[in-house]
């Protein structure tokens, strides 16, 4: 059932007693929300914080975002971090060999176009083509999201195996069916250096709601970022408060 956290407390750290593996939103999560999603703020402490929990978590951490991997790679430029991209569509392991899925690909490519011609049409809108998925953002144009989600649900319902619509913070998604980020941290678990090991996940989003509800299903911390109802267990205020409870945590750990 979902539910709403009234307090923002920050929450207790990992138990010492459990070994951990952690899993990172990026957007709203890691760095601030913006305008556009070429804008966001990624700086030198964030990167060195996330190489040093990989160290201290026997690699065990991962990025598990709604971009592509080549865009995560861009900002982030830790090409040795495992990372799931496109919701799941796509993943790097921690050997850093990628895959992709593919089985939605052919009716993918028969929305996009159509997509493209409704941006075109509208200024205000912006697509992002992940090359697995494509993301349509209404952040110029927010009232616009009740005809958005209309129109774009009409658009897909004659690939009902294939396509599925989510919606997000000002945007849509339209991506492979089977695929969000509940599965694409059930998969992490199942292999090296995540398996038989408790999960943490940080997220700010609906779509994180899916991660949440795996990690629940194994018993470990599931942490909301801002407000909003959510299944998760606990909640940080922002970003700086991720970075904060990250911290504290990396000291523990390194004085343990």
Not at 20 to 36: I, K, N, Q, R, Y
Not at 133 to 138: E, G, R
Not at 193 to 221: K, L, W, Y
Request: hydrophobic content about 35%.
């Amino acid at each position: 059932m979902v539910k709403s956290i009234a307090n923002e407390d920050t929450p207790a750290l990992p138990r010492q007693d459990r070994s951990w593996a952690l899993f990172l939103d990026l957007d709203g999560t890691l760095v601030e929300l913006v305008d556009h999603p070429d804008h966001i703020v990624v700086d030198d402490a964030l990167k060195t914080r996330l190489q040093t929990l990989t160290t201290l978590l026997d690699g065990a951490v991962a990025v598990i975002s709604g971009r592509a991997i080549d865009d995560l790679d861009r900002h982030l430029t830790l090409p040795t971090l495992a990372m799931s991209g496109q919701h799941g569509a796509e993943w790097r392991d921690s050997q850093g060999e990628r895959h992709i899925a593919e089985h939605h690909q052919k009716a993918l490519e028969a929305v996009r176009q159509r997509v493209n011609e409704q941006v075109r049409r509208d200024e205000a809108l912006y697509l992002e083509d992940k090359g697995a998925s494509l993301a349509l953002h209404y952040r110029h144009h927010p009232e616009a999201g009740d005809i958005l989600k209309s129109e774009l649900s009409a658009l897909i319902e004659e690939y009902p195996d294939a396509l599925e619509l989510h919606q997000g913070k000002l945007v849509f998604e339209i991506k492979g069916c089977g695929y969000d980020k509940g599965t694409a941290l059930e998969r992490f678990l199942t292999v090296p250096p995540f398996s038989q090991r408790c999960p943490v996940f940080i997220g700010d989003d609906r779509t994180d709601e899916d991660g949440f509800r795996t990690v629940n299903a194994h018993q470990g911390m599931a942490i909301k970022v801002g407000t909003g109802d959510t299944i998760a267990g606990s909640r940080l205020k922002n970003p700086d408060a991720v970075h904060e409870w990250l911290d504290q945590w990396i000291d523990r750990l390194q004085h343990s």
